[in-house]
T-cell receptor, first 116, second 110 residues
Framework: DGGITQSPKYLFRKEGQNVTLSCEQNLNHDAMYWYRQDPGQGLRLIYY???????QKGDIAEGYSVSREKKESFPLTVTSAQKNPTAFYLC???????????????FGEGSRLTVL | RKEVEQDPGPFNVPEGATVAFNCTYS??????FFWYRQDCRKEPKLLMS???SGNEDGRFTAQLNRASQYISLLIRDSKLSDSATYLCVVSDTGRRALTFGSGTRLQVQP
């Protein structure tokens, strides 16, 4: 079955450590996204990528980095520069502009990061 | 001002009730609109698109008022299984991304 796989599902990290969240999709989607969700809040866009080897900052990119070396993969690194990293991180993909216009954003199950 | 604003709720309603959620958006150039549903500690899932003429999917009706930049979702005959957070979503064709509201929490009680 096609879908998006995020790992790990739960992650604990000490302050000052970088951590990388994995996101893999086998839907053959061009566009991939990372969102962050805090309790009682909506989703805020961190980074997005429309095509391999290209990505853009979203609304809250500071303290995060991404890469898009393969179509299937869009890992997110939460660096020590991110001041408040504890949150629920959601990766998503879509076919591109057509997918955005139809609202067909496919999400992974999310990664819950807690900084101790 | 937030791009997409929703009343956070919670809306506590009895089974069988009709409940309506509203949402406003700030970007008049937005082209596409949606409602997503998110269960507790789960990923959001597309509930329905919102069309200018209004559209219905079973017990759910969505309306769009472009002049007022206002979107609504009506749920009739509420079920316990409707308990969730409903996210208002607007397309950002410039960035080719979706912008999410903070959600309205619905709790249907027996």
């Amino acid at each position: 079955d096609g879908g998006i796989t995020q790992s790990p599902k739960y992650l604990f990290r000490k302050e000052g450590q970088n951590v990388t969240l994995s996101c893999e999709q086998n839907l053959n989607h061009d566009a991939m996204y990372w969102y962050r969700q805090d309790p009682g809040q909506g989703l805020r866009l961190i980074y997005y990528s429309q095509i391999v080897n290209d990505f853009q900052k979203g609304d809250i990119a500071e303290g995060y980095s991404v890469s898009r070396e393969k179509k299937e993969s869009f890992p997110l690194t939460v660096t020590s520069a991110q001041k408040n990293p504890t949150a629920f991180y959601l990766c998503a993909s879509t076919r591109g502009l057509a997918g955005v216009n139809t609202g067909e954003l496919f999400f992974g199950e999310g990664s819950r990061l807690t900084v101790l | 001002r937030k791009e997409v604003e929703q009343d956070p709720g919670p809306f506590n309603v009895p089974e069988g009730a009709t409940v309506a959620f509203n949402c406003t958006y700030s970007n008049s150039a937005s082209q596409s609109f949606f409602w997503y549903r998110q269960d507790c500690r789960k990923e959001p899932k597309l509930l329905m698109s919102v069309y200018s003429s209004g559209n219905e999917d079973g017990r759910f009706t969505a309306q769009l008022n472009r002049a007022s930049q206002y979107i609504s979702l009506l749920i009739r005959d509420s079920k316990l299984s409707d308990s969730a957070t409903y996210l208002c979503v607007v397309s950002d064709t410039g960035r080719r991304a979706l912008t999410f509201g903070s959600g309205t929490r619905l709790q249907v009680q027996p």
